[in-house]
Nanobody
Framework: QVQLVESGGGLVQAGGSLKLSCAASERPYSSHVFAWFRQPPGKEREFVAAIRWSRDSTFYSDSVKGRFAISKDKAKNTVSLEMNSLAPEDTAVYSC???????????????WGQGTQVTVSS
């Protein structure tokens, strides 16, 4: 019954930075994994990054590796996504999800946030 709420989206210029946050309504289980997905206009939702709640393990798609950083604040039940060197190709609706194991597939996640729009202008 945990609920997720994303925030931090907006309009930025190419080369700029933006930080997204995903707040969970209750304390996650130690076995939970949090992930960020994105859906560009006219495309399918794709994996961006993931992090285990109780471990330091992180996972990134090749398209964002080295530019994005996922992190967690266990005291605030929050997962963040720091996005740097943004490009127009990063424009998408970004959604946070929680599941029981790390995966690139949406099927492994049982709860999703409503999404937040990120638009990068050239």
């Amino acid at each position: 019954q945990v609920q997720l709420v994303e925030s931090g989206g907006g309009l930025v210029q190419a080369g700029g930075s933006l930080k997204l946050s995903c707040a969970a309504s209750e304390r996650p289980y130690s076995s939970h994994v949090f992930a960020w997905f994105r859906q560009p206009p006219g495309k399918e939702r794709e994996f961006v990054a993931a992090i285990r709640w109780s471990r330091d393990s992180t996972f990134y798609s090749d398209s964002v590796k080295g530019r994005f950083a996922i992190s967690k604040d266990k005291a605030k039940n929050t997962v963040s996504l720091e996005m740097n060197s943004l490009a127009p190709e990063d424009t998408a609706v970004y959604s946070c999800a929680v599941g029981t194991s790390p995966s690139y597939s949406t099927t492994n996640y049982f709860r999703w946030g409503q999404g937040t729009q990120v638009t990068v202008s050239s």
